[in-house]
């Protein structure tokens, strides 16, 4: 059977290829698109794509594929591939500088920014490649193609779920091939691809085999004429309609053998060829399924094989279809091929392979960038068991992924070299440090890929074999790291680790100021708010007698926001000078810090208009550090927050939508945010799903404490005002939160949900349910303690905790009353549901104490609050309120007033006629301004006038004032 050259034409493939032009249209009209393709290994993923590359109809295209080197792959391997070919294309590759250096390296092009300490850098690299490929995107759009994904490194996947995120309008079509038989249960592609295909712009398109007419069409465009029915029916059944399989069983000559099995198979295209052609491709397959011809020809010679010799292989291996031939090296006709045909080495080839492409690498191979040679270096001296090569391998190629802001990659080459160490006797002089300074660098890489327990379990290794007397400083700064670590994880041993460092470090020492500024943050986290200004101070004056000026603005901003409950000049003085400090530094992760503890502490008094302004310019810095698409969606949410504090929940929400959707922390945030509202607004399944992608996104066992607390209380939430009898459901949820994650007992987090969980108390006393009372005692008891401690949130939140949970503790009404007259005046300045929360704790301690109209009148400035915020969990405490009181009732007192007037119409009448404020009318009679004004206006509509001074004039006429 004679079988020609693979035909031009398109099997089987009509239809996917239409979908993918069709998507590829919808893209140039303004909308970006993406696509997985899936299927099998030889399914004909890579023919569709070429044949879609060809007839794309947008402007410009480019091809990147993942590499098959394990660990040590390239970091962005495809992005870098694709951003170069887009470069040369333009013509403009000089022009290449800033955080795209970092990818795209050459002479004559500036260097690349040093890698920071944080996230920054990475998240200024991925805002870079999204500007630069919406720059190349218009006009006419740009088709962008991803080979292999499975082979993908983190970096990689990470790059590409955020460029499908935040794409948006531009004219950009990603397409995605994906070998789905390839992904084990295990791999890191399996939960990855159906977070993509939940995103509304990602289609997933799958190649199934080949139906009985396309293997026929395939086969005949092969062999040049048709197949008889039985040939034809066997040719199915053997090759299960895969593409590949087909034309590999169309080698069989007639008669022949049938392979066993899938390398069999792809062999026989190899087997004919010569001893020399089947040597060079063994060596061409111990580099993946593509090799660099200058890489090839030196391991080739290495290997005894003289230029002629490899000309002609080459030549042979093309022309028999195993190869193609690209502008720099070659490519197997498919992975499987190059899979098969390193399968078909013996064990001791393999080695000797991998140790002269090691051997090559490190001899420098012209042309071929010492990045991605030093990673290939890494990977093939592994193999080749060359361990000391391979140790200093993976060690520059840590310092390259460290460069490119590739943080999972760093991680995972430094803990290549850390397998090595103890392989390699002289690993310390080769590398120019110790293994407890390797060890610190891991754990520092581990903090700052978002592994910090593993940054634990290196740091907790490195302190085991340390003498502390020998070494003090690098043991204290080890220390320092685990407490970083253990800070983040919310575990109070980081104070233990950071006194521990303090105590190794003599007076005067550069780092001792580093070590208090972070001992003030951990003591100001844990509500120990004297001790932490104390330890601040001392910071402050450590790292300016020693010049730490990064310590010191962590030192003033730790410092101001401890210090400013009360908006005090010198607090706010002090936080604006460690964020002008960060800024100058250029530590953005502190300056933003002090933005959001400045905000933070507006939140804590009240003042809500101002934390919108401050989370607003968090909002804004995010833009002018370059990183607003990456590190703005949680400031998104400060923004939202703020909102929600105003009670402005439409705006909220619109703020939340028309931000990128998020897979991290900030996702996570966002969806608590929307799980609190929809409870607000009782709309429960809304709310239920929300707290149920919030545990999706940041599941227990990987996150902090401190991002349950809110989960927590909107869980609370949902027991206490939800459908259905389940106080007690609440009360067991509320212990067990406390148990689980100290949810009453971190008063810093929990100041602003404890009322809640008083006022679960509060009704569960005053049911005859047996076990209510043995539990609403158990609750306040450990509600009571908290109260009574001295570290106690002393800002106005803190204080309006305080009174409003006593209010609903006290079970004489005269005491509760006289918490809530405390309370009242600290809630007049709330928004919307912490207001009326205190108003509905006030309204039955009144009833209870028999003072019914002081019970009115709350339930009246209650009913007001609905004008601000008309949400069911206000409707249903004025529902319940109303129960108690007749309908519409005329007091004695109030009988002989004209026009329907109130007595709190009267009262603030009398006050305005007085020539008192709103504000001023508002504090007198412990309500807000803008419950006045309601008054205002219900009573000028009665007395038929149209201001404030017509008011009080008609007023004097009736005798009223």
Known sequence: M???????????????????????????????????????????????????????????????????????????????????????ADGDAAEIGGELVRLLPGPGRESAPAPGTDDNGRARLFEAVLTFLEERAAPGGLSLVVE????????????????????????????????????????????????????????????????REAVAEQAAALRGTALDPAALDLLVERSGGNPLFVESFLTVPDGGTVPDGPRELLMRRVDPLTATARKVLGLAAVAGDRVDHGLLAEVAEA?????????????????????????????????????????????????????????????????????????????????????????????????????TAAHPEHLELLERVLELWELVPDASDRLGLSHGELLLRVCLAAQIAGGLRRSVEHATEALAGLDPEAEPELTARLLVARAVAYKDLGRLSALDDLRAAAGLLPEGHPERAAVSAATGTVLMMRGRGAEAERVSRAAVEEARACGDRASEADALITLGNLLDVNGS?????????????????????????????????????????EWLACA??????????????????????????????????????????????????????????????????????????????????????????VEYMPEYHTRLLLLLHGPGDRLAEAARLVLAGEADIGLLSQIRFSASGLTATARVAWRLRRRAEPGDRELAEELAEVLLGLLAREDWPASPMGELARHASRGFLEEDPERALAHWGRALPLAARTKGAARSECLYGAFWAAHGAGEAERARELLEQTEALLAELDVHVVRQEVAQMREVLPADPVPKAAAALPAGLTRRELEVLVQVAEGLSNREVGESLFISAKTVSVHLSNLMGKLGVGNRTAAVARARELGLV
């Open 148 to 211: 292999d994904l499975h082979w993908s490194d983190a970096s990689t996947r990470d790059l590409l779920v955020f460029l499908l995120r935040n794409l948006g309008a531009a004219p950009v079509h990603l397409v995605l091939s994906v070998r789905t038989d390839d992904l084990h249960r295990t791999h890191p592609l399996r939960p990855l691809l159906p977070e993509l295909e939940r995103l509304s712009r990602v289609t997933r398109l799958d190649l199934e085999p080949l139906s």
């Open 569 to 609: 000049e010198e607090a706010l003085g002090m936080l604006r000078e460690g964020i002008r400090i960060a800024r100058e530094l250029g530590d953005a992760q502190v300056e933003m810090r002090g933005l959001n503890n400045i905000g933070s502490n507006h939140n804590n008094r009240f003042e809500f208009e």
């Open 303 to 403: 290997s005894g094989i003289s230029e002629d010799d490899l000309d002609e292989a080459l030549r042979e291996s093309v022309d028999a279809q195993v190869l193609r031939a690209t502008d720099t090296g070659y490519v197997f006709r498919h992975a499987l091929l190059a899979e098969a045909v390193k399968g078909d080495l013996l064990p001791g080839q393999r080695v000797r392979a991998h140790r002269r492409y090691a051997e090559a690498l490190d001899a420098g191979v012209p042309g071929l960038p010492r990045a991605g040679a030093v990673a290939r270096l890494a990977h093939h001296a592994y193999a080749a068991h060359d361990h000391p090569r391979a140790l200093t391998a993976a060690w520059e190629a840590a310092g390259h992924a460290a460069a």
């Open 616 to 705: 607003e310019e968090a909002l804004g810095r995010c833009a002018e550090l370059g990183v607003l698409r990456t590190q703005g969606v949680g400031y998104v949410n400060g923004v939202a927050s703020a909102l929600v504090a105003l009670g402005r929940f439409d705006q909220a929400r619109a703020k939340l939508r028309a931000a990128p959707s998020s897979e991290d922390l900030a996702g996570g945030r966002r969806q608590v945010l929307l799980a609190q509202m929809a409870a607000m607004e009782g709309e429960w399944e809304a709310s239920q799903r929300a707290l149920a992608e919030f545990a999706r996104l940041l599941p227990r066992d990987t996150s902090t404490v």
């Open 2 to 88: 004679q079988v020609h050259e693979p035909s031009s034409v398109l099997v089987g493939r009509q239809q996917h290829l239409d979908r993918l032009l069709t998507d590829a249209a919808r893209a140039r009209t303004g909308e970006s698109r993406a696509v997985l393709l899936c299927g099998d290994a030889g399914i004909g993923k890579s023919r569709l794509l070429e044949e879609y590359l060809d007839r794309t109809p947008l402007r410009q295209a480019a091809l990147g594929g993942c590499l098959e080197l394990g660990t040590e792959g390239i970091a962005f391997a495809p992005f870098t591939a694709l951003l170069r070919q887009l470069v040369r």
